[in-house]
């Protein structure tokens, strides 16, 4: 899987290992092993799979407050708020997609 996609091994081991302790995979050790998913595929929520192993949790990282100091345009700024509405409105559409739709 990892050569057919062109990702890192490890990689693919983490988010395997990850998307099974979460119960949306079933991986199976050994020479005919595997991994397949845990449930059917209109039972399975895009969004809910995105927010499972999205690991920043802010989409726009660089108006975090960095080393403790707030950023000197943290009052004036609007940016952050449209962010956030953009990102709330992508997983929306998300919210309403199964694997099943992704794949049809």
Request: with cysteine; aromatic share 0%; glycine share 10%.
């Amino acid at each position: 899987m990892a050569e057919r996609h062109n990702i890192s091994h490890n990689h693919l081991v983490k988010v395997v290992n990850d998307l099974c302790h979460h119960g949306l995979l079933v991986g199976t050790r050994g020479r005919n092993g595997g991994v397949s998913l845990a449930r059917p595929p209109k039972d399975i929520n895009v969004g809910h799979v995105i927010r499972l192993m999205e690991t920043e949790g802010e989409i726009m990282a660089g108006c975090a407050p960095l080393h403790g100091r707030p950023c000197v345009l943290a009052d004036a700024c609007r940016l952050r708020h449209l962010a956030r509405q953009a990102t709330d409105a992508f997983m929306a559409v998300l919210d309403g997609m199964s694997v099943h739709d992704l794949l049809s």
